[in-house]
């Protein structure tokens, strides 16, 4: 993994000038990260797909996460003219953006659980 530089004396007068926190305002809700992460492996899903694939997560909290991730531009609702209707959520240019940040996390979980196996 590469070294990332952070500048011990960048101060920001309040968080929301902190990148770090602008960030996390937008993606740091629970399920967020996996909600993407089911986009960039599978472009088109659907919401029982989604729902699927995220054991745990609520159809109501889902739900209020998709409807987040579109206000933010991070992904779009394509409704299809069906019988019956197919609605699918697909990544955005700047949803595509974030593929770096869950790769990232991705390598640093496959070190934890190399330094910590499951028992």
Request: hydrophobic residues 40%; contains cysteine; neutral net charge.
């Amino acid at each position: 993994m590469p070294d990332i530089e952070l500048d011990p004396s960048e101060t920001f007068p309040t968080y929301a000038f902190c990148p770090v926190m602008t960030a996390l305002d937008v993606i740091g809700e629970r399920w967020v990260i996996l909600i993407l992460r089911d986009l960039l492996r599978n472009p088109a899903r659907r919401f029982q797909d989604l729902q699927a694939s995220l054991k745990g997560c609520a159809p109501s909290t889902l739900s209020t996460r998709l409807k987040a991730l579109e206000a933010h531009g991070l992904i779009e609702r394509r409704m299809y003219e069906q019988h019956p209707p197919r609605l699918e959520y697909l990544l955005t240019a700047k949803g595509r953006e974030v593929g770096p940040v869950v790769a990232s996390l991705r390598d640093w979980g496959l070190l934890l659980q190399a330094q910590n196996p499951p028992r």
